[in-house]
């Protein structure tokens, strides 16, 4: 084994939130390195299709945005992480478009924003839908560009704390720094291959930088609240695992029973749009998918075509490449698990409660508290990733 690398910070992961964290320490003036379990690219964040939330709307605002999340989280989040959470929103979305994200505008140079499922505003900020995609390449060419060091195929497997710091054992490499910022993710990739259900999760989600620290001594919260993403795709099999957006309930799908009945607010939050299908399924007004498995019926075709040509480009594709024209026909489709709600317990500054361990992104729990709102996980990358970067430098620098 190598000699210890010293760094100020070392960051664990390299979604959305590592990288943003990753970029922010740096631009603190922190020597700063990257560990991440695969390549640089492997992660949750760049599948993610919908959007991101931020209050830019004229009739909308941060209160607005905070009071949607806590009561979407049945008043389960913590009021001091939303507060930042939907405070930065509007500086995290500045940031990314510094770094070179372009959301679509209309035609008068407005953002477009979708209103999505527990919103009482239009707030989804949209790359197309492929905005995990734009974000995760941004921050990637803003890490790439900097003089700071990524170890890929490095999985952390040991944390241990030492007088300056944390010594952390990655893959080969041994690296001291004066703060980690824990960015793994979160498990449902793992949870889904236990209980035998399909998940939308990359393979990396395994869960287990959380429980290493848990061992170590530091707290975490909601971990048995996992989410289902209410649209996962059923049929046909090619698609069974993918998450339909959500976007296409904002822009006029609606769900329907075997019936073709609507039975639920198709606009409703995650959790009882979720319950609802089940429900539906278990009082046998559900429909079965060729090879045997439970769903209902979105019915897409009820999106205008020009949104859906603007905003589902990529999923139209892969429908239309599946064989199934989503603008023309119904979609099958069942929950699918998808995120980890709960996770480690983080203050404001993202840190967790051993000193110098910060935490950022879906490995950390609180701001959404026991059920997430779409489009705000990508922005708690952002938001708690730049805090946890400019933190976790100042506390290793000084
Ligand atoms: C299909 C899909 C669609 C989604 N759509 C949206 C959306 O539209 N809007 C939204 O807000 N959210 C969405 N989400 C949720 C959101 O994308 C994720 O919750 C978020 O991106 C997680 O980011 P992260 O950086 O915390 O973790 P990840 O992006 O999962 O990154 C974790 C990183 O940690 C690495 N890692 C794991 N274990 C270790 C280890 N032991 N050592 C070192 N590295 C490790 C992984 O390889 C990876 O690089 C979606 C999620 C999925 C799966």
Request: aromatic residues 6%; contains cysteine.
């Amino acid at each position: 084994m190598a000699a210890p690398v010293n760094l100020d910070v070392l960051v664990i992961g390299s979604g959305a939130a590592g990288l943003a964290a990753a970029v922010s320490a740096h631009r603190a003036g922190a020597r700063t390195g990257v560990a991440t379990k695969a390549s640089i690219q492997a992660n949750n964040s760049s599948k993610a299709q919908g959007g991101i939330q931020a209050a830019v709307a004229p009739d909308d605002s941060p209160e607005l945005h905070a009071a949607d999340v806590v009561k979407s989280s049945h008043d389960t989040a913590d009021l001091r992480l939303v507060e930042a959470l939907t405070g930065d929103a509007p500086s995290a979305i500045a940031w990314l478009e510094e770094l070179g994200v372009e959301f679509n505008r209309e035609a008068d140079g407005s953002y477009r924003v979708a209103r999505c499922g527990g919103a009482s505003r239009q707030r989804l900020l949209q790359v197309g839908d492929r905005t995990g995609h734009a974000m995760t390449k941004a921050l990637r060419d803003a890490w790439s560009a900097t003089d700071g060091t990524t170890f890929e195929d490095a999985p952390l497997h040991e944390l241990v704390p030492i007088a300056s710091g944390w010594r952390a054992t990655c893959g080969e490499h041994v690296v001291e720094a004066g703060a980690v910022i824990l960015a793994a993710g979160g498990r449902c990739y793992a949870e889904a291959l236990e209980r035998g259900e399909l998940s939308t999760n990359h393979p990396n989600a395994t869960g287990e930088v959380t429980k290493m620290v848990i061992g170590l001594g530091a707290e975490a919260r909601d971990l048995d609240a996992l989410q289902y993403h209410p649209n996962g795709g059923a049929w046909p099999t090619t698609m069974q695992g993918y998450s339909i957006p959500e976007t296409t309930r904002a822009y006029g799908a609606v769900l329907l029973n075997a019936n073709g009945e609507e039975f639920t607010d198709s606009l409703g939050p995650r959790d009882q749009v979720s319950q609802a299908i089940f429900d539906e399924v278990e009082a046998g007004r559900g429909v079965q998918t060729p090879d045997g498995r439970p769903a209902v019926y979105l019915d897409t075709t009820r999106i205008p075509e020009s949104d859906a040509e603007r905003s589902l480009p990529y999923m139209l594709r892969r429908y239309r490449g599946a064989g199934i024209d989503p603008l023309t026909e119904k979609l099958l489709t069942y929950p699918v698990l998808h995120y980890q709600n709960g996770g480690l317990v983080i203050d404001p500054d993202a840190e967790t409660t051993l000193e110098g361990l910060y935490a950022c992104g879906e490995i950390a729990g609180g701001t959404h508290g026991r059920n997430r709102m779409m489009g705000n996980s990508l922005l708690e990358c952002v938001v708690f990733g730049r805090r946890s970067g400019r933190a976790a430098a100042g506390k290793a620098i000084a």
